[in-house]
């Protein structure tokens, strides 16, 4: 599986947007890029993930550039409960035998 | 939808002594399960992947003898620390496949007295 590369952390202000930057420049054609987090003492949470697509839900949207070799996750309105570490993933299909293999993530910190 | 469960949450032992960590998928039924392992201020590091009704399969590193792995249904794995030692004390979560995805647990906070 490709590794990524994230900043250590971040801070957003409350109810702005947060925008947490990946570059994944080794990815494969037939690999997904996966967002999840983790909120302190917590298990992960999945967030979104996209193949080339830009992809929205209800959490956040996720931005794949045309050569698929960075991403960005979008949170639209942070809120304090967003604070959190935020793990991107590049991974296989899971019938391929994809793993989760996680690195060391951003630091969110969502202030006042 | 697509709940995983840990029990216990905490659990303190002593040195020596073996732990058994359950997961379970409430709403689903998995046929394969993941362990992982996080140490304080680090990232989850993969432990070993379970199969229903076969053998777990060990990341590089891992001793299989002493982190013991059953996937005895399609709801349940359970993870045996077996002579645990302080060293072993760390936060262990498990997920669960449901389809393409992967649904975690809550974690379970081992300390090895």
């Known amino acids: 599986d490709a590794k990524t590369t994230q900043p250590t952390s971040m801070d957003c202000a409350e109810g702005r947007a947060a925008n947490l930057p990946c570059n994944h420049s080794t990815i494969s054609g037939n690999e997904y890029v996966y967002w999840y987090r983790q909120i302190h003492s917590q298990g992960p949470q999945y967030i979104i993930h996209?193949?080339?697509n830009n992809e929205t839900n209800e959490m956040a949207s996720l931005i794949i550039t045309e050569d698929r070799k960075s991403s960005t996750l979008i949170l639209p309105h942070a809120t304090l409960r967003d604070t959190a570490v935020y793990y991107c993933?590049?991974?296989?299909?899971?019938?391929?035998?994809?793993?989760?293999?996680f690195g060391q993530g951003t630091e969110l910190s969502v202030k006042p | 939808g697509a709940v995983v469960s840990q029990h216990p949450s905490w659990v303190i032992c002593k040195s020596g002594t073996s732990v058994k960590i359950e997961c379970r998928s409430l709403d689903f039924q998995a046929t394969t399960m993941f362990w992982y392992r996080q140490f304080p201020k680090q990232s989850l590091m993969l432990m070993a992947t379970?199969?229903?009704?076969?053998?777990?399969?060990?990341e590089q590193g891992v001793e299989k003898d002493k982190f013991l792995i059953n996937h005895a249904s399609l709801t349940l794995s359970t993870l045996t620390v077996t002579s645990a030692h302080p060293e072993d004390s760390s936060f262990y979560i498990c997920s669960a496949r449901q389809g393409s995805e992967q649904y975690f647990g809550p974690g379970t906070r081992l300390t090895v007295t």
């Open positions: 379970s199969n229903e009704g076969s053998k777990a399969t060990y």
């Open positions: 996209g193949l080339k």
């Open positions: 993933i590049v991974r296989v299909a899971m019938v391929q035998g994809g793993k989760l293999i």
